[in-house]
């Protein structure tokens, strides 16, 4: 019911933007780094993480850079392995393995589809039950967990207040316009790359990065076509027949 991902190679450079929480992320790296000190001076819930955003933000790469800056591995608990199970089933898999495991990121993505299904404020006592949960990982892990959901609103104060939250937002205009720049660019081999980066990001607007990266696969596809110049009519036909599948609404992504 889970994935262990070793040797992971990206860290904190490989992440475009995301200053404030790449900040918060470097407190827990020193923390884990010191964390005998940490212990002593009573420092509690830092390895406790909510990432929460819309799809296609960046979450899942965050907790892959963090694993890289602390060289941990990851325990990925994945949603579709636990479909047929009760909310219950998956936090006990939670603190089950952040008691076996220490030097390591417990990362459960899309916690809705775990987690979210019972209502925490309508369930009072599934709500006690979690806070129990998460109350007693804090008190006895040595690795970081991070839940990752796409609407926090969902959950219960109860469950937000015993984390810290991070909010990841679609990337703004540099984000963009940096993202496609490092993506395009790779085929400068193969194909010219003629876009106005700064026009590609404004056309782009209130995308995520799965999106663009979807927009730059369109764009892959014509370089493999045999085109051999990347212009901003290639990059707006390639956003136009995304556009047309899917919309531009990131919730696609």
């Not at 960046?58 to 909310?87: Q, R, W």
């Not at 990347?230 to 047309?244: E, L, N």
Request: proline content about 1%.
């Amino acid at each position: 019911r889970y994935e262990v991902i070793n040797n992971v190679k990206l860290n904190f450079s490989h992440i475009i933007g995301k200053e404030n929480i790449k900040k918060e992320l470097s407190k827990v790296i020193t923390a884990f780094k010191k964390k005998s000190l940490a212990k002593k001076i009573g420092l509690k819930r830092h390895n406790l993480l909510v990432f929460d955003g819309p799809v296609g933000t960046g979450k899942t790469f965050m907790v892959k850079a963090l694993a890289g800056e602390l060289n941990f591995p990851i325990i990925n608990i994945k949603s579709s392995n636990f479909f047929n199970y009760s909310s219950a089933k998956v936090l006990n898999s939670v603190d089950s393995f952040s008691k076996r495991f220490q030097d390591c990121i417990i990362f459960v993505d899309e916690a809705e589809k775990m987690i979210g299904r019972h209502s925490m404020d309508e369930d009072s006592n599934f709500d006690g039950y979690i806070n129990e949960i998460f109350d007693g990982v804090s008190g006895v892990t040595n690795a970081i967990v991070v839940i990752a959901v796409n609407n926090l609103a969902r959950f219960g104060a109860g469950f937000s207040d015993r984390f810290v939250n991070l909010k990841f937002e679609l990337p703004n205009l540099f984000e963009r316009k940096e993202f496609l720049a490092m993506k395009l660019n790779k085929v400068q081999n193969h194909a010219e790359v003629l876009v106005n980066f700064d026009e590609a990001a404004r056309e782009t607007e209130g995308m995520s990065f799965r999106d663009l990266e979807k927009i730059c696969n369109n764009v892959f596809y014509m370089v493999l076509n045999g085109q051999r110049a990347i212009t901003d009519d290639t990059f707006s036909d390639a956003a136009r027949s995304f556009k047309t599948i899917y919309g531009t609404a990131s919730i696609y992504g």
